[in-house]
């Protein structure tokens, strides 16, 4: 019997130790756990516990699944613009979420592609709903088709590069939506 509650104990401890996005998402993930303190019985303690594990798990993953999904649309996004988004959130009434650290590189599908005839600059519409503009010159030479695979990654300086898949070169982009 001590060893289920060291068992779960040790588990509740887990769950207290995942990175989670906000302070209502501590709650969230504490709150299955709340009523099972004041059980006397062990056995139903121990049951209590085990249905609280299960419940934490699942609100877990959600949360992942939602950090991940903010991390993809950030990307690209400059900390004014960010910052500004989330302001609007917490004036509409939304909790402030915690951001969290910017991928290094996202992959999209391109939808659409576009050539400025007078300055040669390149316009990119990727399936994700996010645009980017080529600032400077880079070595793509071509547009890519659409429906090809786009990669945009992070540059040493700062600024991102846009690759196509299957094809040399690449584009120096600043997202603009």
Do not use: H
Not at 64 to 71: N, S
Request: a positive charge; glycine letters at 8%.
């Amino acid at each position: 019997m001590v060893r289920k509650i060291v068992v779960g104990t040790a588990i509740f401890c887990g769950f207290l130790a995942l990175p989670v996005t906000s302070m209502a998402s501590d709650k969230e993930l504490l709150e299955p756990f709340e009523k099972c303190r004041s059980i006397a019985d062990d056995t139903e303690r121990l049951a209590c516990y085990d249905n609280a594990v299960a419940v934490a798990g699942q609100l877990a993953e959600q949360l992942a699944e939602q950090r991940e999904e903010r991390r993809k649309e950030d990307f690209g996004l400059s900390d004014l613009d960010i910052a500004k988004r989330d302001q609007e959130a917490v004036d509409e009434g939304q909790e402030g979420v915690k951001r969290e650290p910017e991928p290094k590189q996202i992959t999209a599908t391109l939808t659409d592609a576009y050539q400025n005839p007078r300055t040669g600059k390149k316009l990119f519409v990727l399936d994700n709903g996010q645009i980017w503009r080529e600032t400077t010159s880079g070595t793509m030479r071509r547009l890519p088709r659409n429906g090809t695979t786009i990669t945009v990654e992070k540059s040493s300086l700062g600024g991102f590069k846009l690759r196509a898949e299957g094809r040399r070169g690449f584009a120096y982009v600043k997202r603009i939506k």
